[in-house]
Antibody, heavy 120, light 106 residues
Framework: QVQLVESGGGVVQPGRSLRLSCAAS????????MHWVRQAPGKGLDWVAL????????YYADSVKGRFTISRDNSKSSLYLQMNSLRAEDTGVYYC?????????????WGQGTLVIVSS | DIQMTQSPSTLSASVGDRVTITCRAS??????LAWYQQKPGKSPKMLIY???SLESGVPSRFSGSGSGTEFTLTISSLQPDDFATYYC????????FGQGTKVEIK
């Protein structure tokens, strides 16, 4: 069965960096676009970044452009989010999500999320 | 940027009620709209894609309609498992979610 397991969250000071990972299993990882979506405490869902199935194209929300980098290692079935210059408003649960085949831009499987807290 | 606005923000209903949630886009998104359900402490679950297509395994009491800028999610007969927060999401231009509609017990 499809599984997405995020890790790497924690408490970090403003201005510092953090790297999130998402380990995928149960499907052919290198055939799917993958996204990061976040959710601030008590708030709604906020799209963060996308990488195409082969890593050739990447897209970012304006709020993270220039600070976050999405990447993937298809040999390890893993997705990453390098987060630099973190701000208090980056606090939240970060989910990795798989794109639905044939409906690129929708998310048919989500991980359980990893919590990032940016605080001094 | 395309903005998505859901109404109402909170909805109180009883088991067996017919429930309708509206989602409006700030510009036309054709039919590139999905709906998700999220329960507290859980990750979202896709219900509907392309405005009206039911995701595999989702009960048929859920349905979606609309195109252009106005969309609806309908639950024909609310069940105890349906009390949750629902989000619409456009994927016409980048990816944007609505602010959510919480369906609570009346």
């Amino acid at each position: 069965q499809v599984q997405l397991v995020e890790s790497g969250g924690g408490v970090v000071q403003p201005g510092r960096s953090l790297r999130l990972s998402c380990a995928a299993s149960g499907f052919t990882f290198n055939s799917y676009g993958m996204h990061w979506v976040r959710q601030a405490p008590g708030k709604g869902l906020d799209w963060v970044a996308l990488t195409w199935y082969d890593g050739s194209n990447k897209y970012y929300a304006d709020s993270v452009k220039g600070r976050f980098t999405i990447s993937r290692d298809n040999s390890k079935s893993s997705l990453y989010l390098q987060m630099n210059s973190l701000r208090a408003e980056d606090t939240g649960v970060y989910y990795c999500a798989r794109e639905k085949v044939g409906q690129a831009g929708t998310f048919d499987y989500w991980g359980q999320g990893t919590l990032v807290i940016v605080s001094s | 940027d395309i903005q998505m606005t859901q109404s109402p923000s909170t909805l109180s209903a009883s088991v067996g009620d017919r429930v309708t949630i509206t989602c409006r886009a700030s510009q036309s998104i054709n039919s590139w709209l999905a709906w998700y359900q999220q329960k507290p402490g859980k990750s979202p679950k896709m219900l509907i894609y392309k405005a009206s297509s039911l995701e595999s395994g989702v009960p048929s009491r859920f349905s979606g309609s609309g195109s252009g800028t106005e969309f609806t999610l309908t639950i024909s007969s609310l069940q105890p498992d349906d009390f949750a927060t629902y989000y619409c999401q456009q994927y016409n231009t980048y990816w944007t979610f609505g602010q959510g509609t919480k369906v609570e017990i009346k």
